[in-house]
């Protein structure tokens, strides 16, 4: 099966700043990788698919880049509605594991 | 505008089956062409995908839960079920449902359904 790490665990961000969110494979998924959000009690939410595209409705100042081994999910200026778990998934080969998420929280 | 919502019981005893319904809207499951698939998350802990069923019943299985997963699909009723064996306290979490999408391939999932806790627990 194919590992996925997020890091930081945590990120501490001022709104306004840039966030820069790590995924890691443990073997390469070329670009088949997604970025979700979620929120405290919520669902999680599609930010990015093909390692790069956004999906429907997802605001620009969210940017996913990388292919391979390595990925970054950046959200350009942080918005208060923002702040939330956000995780990686490969959809190279089943199983389709998830990573263990980073929590942006407010500096 | 799609949408999926889970059913089922939120307390289950150890030992017992989890049994959990995804009520599809807004589409067909029939005439779609997508999977389906089901996603749990543990109290305070991350994502992890349990099972995926195509329209026409084809199934997929994380290998570390396949030996107690049964996943199917009723198109008539336009919905598709969990079904989780021999539950113990471990299996306790929020139960989501979402669609993978685009069509025909197990790929992201798109939309998801609200969740739903189910507590193993005598």
């Known amino acids: 099966e194919i590992v996925m790490t997020q890091s930081p665990a945590t990120l501490s961000v001022s709104p306004g700043e840039r966030a820069t969110l790590s995924c890691r494979a443990s073997q390469s998924v070329s670009n088949t990788l997604a970025w979700y959000q979620q929120k405290p009690g919520q669902a999680p939410r599609l930010l990015i698919y093909?390692?790069?595209t956004r999906a429907t409705g997802i605001p620009a100042r969210f940017s996913g880049s990388g292919s391979g081994t390595e990925f970054t999910l950046t959200i350009s200026s942080l918005q208060s509605e923002d702040f939330a778990v956000y995780y990686c998934q490969q959809y190279d080969k089943w199983p389709f594991l998830f990573g263990q998420g980073t929590k942006v929280e407010i500096k | 505008q799609l949408r999926l919502q889970e059913s089922g019981p939120g307390l289950v005893k150890p030992s017992e089956t989890l049994s959990l319904t995804c009520t599809v809207s807004?589409?067909?499951?029939?005439?779609?062409?997508?999977?389906w698939g089901w996603i749990r998350q543990s109290p305070g802990k991350g994502l992890e995908w349990i099972g995926s069923i195509y329209y026409s019943g084809k199934t997929y299985y994380d290998p570390s839960l396949k030996s107690r997963v049964t996943v199917s699909v009723d198109t008539s009723r336009n919905q598709f079920s969990l079904k989780l064996y021999f539950v113990t306290a471990a299996d306790t979490a929020v139960y989501y449902c979402?669609?993978?999408?685009?069509?025909?391939?197990?790929?992201?999932?798109?939309?998801w359904g609200q969740g739903t806790l189910v507590t193993v627990s005598s």
């Open positions: 979402a669609r993978h999408s685009p069509a025909a391939v197990l790929y992201w999932f798109d939309p």
């Open positions: 807004g589409g067909s499951i029939s005439s779609s062409n997508y999977y």
């Open positions: 093909g390692a790069s």
